[in-house]
């Protein structure tokens, strides 16, 4: 038992973390620039093949890296065409043979429709558009946007198109679900550590209101949903990358805690930032808007403690 | 990372299972809040004594068997998911042991723990008093030099296992006019059967005498019976306190087995609109579960549990409290029933584990200042002014 990560996935962690705070900040978000620089300079990284697995790398290895996908609040369908397609894709020859490589090199965008209730984020520029009926997969076109909370994450409906190939669908939705869940916890930190500092500068009553303890309470309550929560993620990890039969339950606990951390996290930085917060001129509501957007996006945490209560045979 | 464990680990919890599978009480005890109940809990406490088992992660010289953090982790789940009797020994074992270990003189360690080890003495806590809870360092209780030792004088009070215990251990105020306060305060032993003690029980919720009053009378203690150095009183309790709202106190082990339980009474209970705060007590009893094995990695590498200690307490106490609630509401009407009510549903115990529950987020510091110490200390948010 180490319940802990390796200095090499913390250092990868890391690097991601830097090119991210060069090449990602709120003004591309704001623009709602997708692609473009930024994944040439991920792909520079290596950054799609590792979340791809490549070099063997695995859901544990990447899960870090999510994080900080999270926290910089990237645009455009990184987690859809990174994380969740590539295995996919790998069980349809087919499809392989035409996207593995290119979308290893960062080349190509996919665009997802994997669950019943999902839209499919910025089809509009995917070079490839998947849609599942049940746990057959076919091609997708664009048929309508559907205009959202989060303008980095414009989501449309997909057409129905020729059938490609059968499987792993029902894995590849839980790769979608950790992925989410790794990337409000990022987010949720960052809020948290946007309110923290905040609410220790912002003065009223001659003092700063952090030291007020309706401020500071609530604050820790938000620590503590984050916290506990992240060790479900990083189970849940685990048990991706091993096969493991729990996968499917540990994904669910996952999801359905730490979406709620977010949740949680934003309200109290929208609450504590005051007026200000309310405004489209802090940043702040960039990731209000993502945490928003991405709450059922893989599944509510209504629908995955469902799951978690099916699979305890509840 | 890497959650799997040891043969080793494997094979001891497999032992502890046996033997607990073997040896647990089929009946279960009465409350140790209650004079026959406490003798009863004292008499199982030796019978895991005589076993290896009270006392797992101490040395082999007190009494224990050198067991790792993660191994005693591994007897706690264990424990619980047989249905094992509250431990009567805690005050001492858990929480008195640890500061021992790191403060004690090495007389006072043979002297005290192997008796703790099998329950020849229990031991009760002494810190709160009537003017000073919360605000533990306000404490007036106070002790003055005497031949060969101190004289303590004053009151304590909420001693939880103080109506039947044999010793205590506290804080009292030995320098008046130290500043700041923190100073000033030292950390005695002291046996309940000295002249000059008076122990009032005080019924809980429940009706039982949980806890009681200390009263203290120019009660003689020699300097062997202090534990660290005078005056030092104030580091040598928050050892205590944080092994309290830490690990050491409220193991996942406990709060896995009420999950499952919980599962279990859902099955024979169904109420589809409490299946979603069912699943999520299952869910938190995980995360607590998987937290403490971080936790108790970055202790065994070194680390200090420090302030995390309070988010720790924050996340059981309130768990607990919130997993007795979905149960009573499972139950619907009969989770108003006491155990002696004959449609009780097993027993009463979730009503008494509600009961037990609701003392969590008031015990070892309120769960209001463990959120300042959280604020204020994980997250650098500003002290008040006062």
């Known amino acids: ?314 | 990372m890497d959650l799997t464990f040891t043969d080793a680990e494997e094979a001891f919890r497999c032992e502890a299972r046996a033997w607990l599978g073997v040896n647990v009480p089929a009946t279960p005890l009465a409350s140790l809040d209650t004079p026959g109940g406490f003798a009863q809990h004292r008499d199982w406490e030796r019978c895991l004594y005589d076993a290896g088992y009270a006392v797992v992660s101490w040395p082999r010289e007190y009494g224990g068997r050198g067991a790792s953090l993660i191994e005693w982790l591994l007897f706690e789940e264990e424990y619980y998911a047989a249905g094992a009797p509250a431990r009567v020994s805690q005050n001492g074992i858990f929480l008195l042991a640890p500061t021992l270990l790191e403060y004690g003189t090495p007389e006072q360690r043979a002297r005290f723990l192997p008796r703790m080890a099998c329950a020849d003495d229990v031991w009760a806590q002494a810190w709160s008093e009537p003017e000073a809870g919360s605000d533990l360092a306000a404490l007036r209780s106070h002790a003055l030099r005497d031949d060969g030792g101190w004289r303590l004088y004053g009151q304590k009070t909420w001693s939880s296992r103080a109506a039947f215990a044999d010793w205590a251990f506290g804080l009292f105020r030995t320098d008046p006019l130290a500043k700041p306060r923190h100073r000033g305060l030292t950390y005695f032993l002291v046996p309940l059967d000295a002249p000059g003690v008076t122990v009032r029980p005080i019924p809980q919720l429940d009706g039982e005498p949980g806890f009681a009053e200390i009263f203290f009378d120019g009660v003689h203690v020699p300097d062997g019976d202090v534990l660290g150095a005078p005056g030092d009183g104030w580091r040598v309790a928050m050892a205590t306190t944080n092994s309290e709202r830490g690990l050491t106190l409220r193991s996942p082990g406990r709060f896995l087995a009420t999950a499952d339980r919980l599962l279990d009474l859902y099955r024979r209970f169904p109420a589809p609109a409490l299946r979603d705060s069912v699943a999520r007590a299952w869910v938190d009893a995980q995360a607590y579960r998987l937290y403490t094995f971080a936790t108790a990695g970055r202790v065994v590498g070194g680390g200090a549990l420090g302030a995390a200690a309070s988010l720790n307490k924050l996340f059981w106490s309130e768990l607990d409290v919130r997993m007795h609630e979905t149960a009573l509401r499972l139950l619907g009407a009969r989770g108003a029933l006491t155990g002696a009510a004959p449609e009780a549903v097993d027993a009463g115990r979730w009503l008494d584990g509600y009961l037990f529950a609701l003392a969590g987020p008031i015990y070892a510091g309120t769960n209001e200042i463990q959120r300042n110490v959280v604020a204020q200390r994980l997250l650098g948010l500003p002290r008040e002014r006062r």
């Open chain 1, 1 to 314: 038992m180490r319940f802990g990560f390796s200095t090499e996935q913390r250092a990868l962690a890391a690097t991601v973390r830097e090119v991210l705070a060069a090449h990602c900040p709120p003004k591309l978000v704001r623009a709602g620039t997708r692609r473009g620089e930024l994944w040439g300079h991920l792909a520079d990284l290596g950054l799609f093949g590792m979340l791809a697995g490549d070099l063997g790398l695995t859901e544990l290895d990447a899960v870090l890296v999510l994080e900080e996908l999270g926290r910089s609040a990237a645009p455009g369908p990184l987690l859809e065409t990174a994380f969740v397609a590539p295995g996919l894709l790998a069980a349809v020859p087919s499809l392989a043979e035409r996207w593995l490589a290119p979308l290893a090199a960062g080349k190509v965008a996919v665009s997802l429709c994997l669950r019943p209730d999902q839209y499919a984020v910025d089809a509009d520029i995917a070079d490839l558009c998947l849609i599942a009926v049940g746990d057959v997969l076919h091609l997708g076109t664009p048929l309508a946007a559907q205009p959202g909370v989060d303008g980095a994450r414009r989501l449309f409906t997909l057409a129905v198109g020729p059938s490609v190939g059968c499987g792993a669908v029902a894995a590849a939705c839980d790769r979608g679900a950790l992925g989410t869940a790794a990337q409000l916890l990022g987010i949720a930190t960052h809020l948290l550590e946007m309110t923290v500092s905040y609410v220790g500068g912002r003065r009223q009553f001659g003092r700063p209101v952090g030291q007020f303890q309706a401020v500071q309470h609530r604050l820790a309550d938000v620590l503590m949903a984050i916290e506990f929560a992240r060790p479900l993620v990083y189970r849940a990890a685990v048990s991706l990358s091993r096969r493991a039969g729990s996968a499917s339950l540990d994904v669910s606990a996952a999801a359905a805690s730490t979406i709620e951390a977010a949740e949680l996290a934003a309200r109290a930085a929208l609450q504590l930032h005051g007026a200000v917060g309310y405004t489209a001129e802090l940043d702040l509501h960039l990731w209000l808007r993502r945490v928003w957007s991405l709450r059922a996006a893989w599944g509510s945490p209504e629908w995955h403690r469902g799951r978690v209560a099916d699979l305890l045979l509840l």
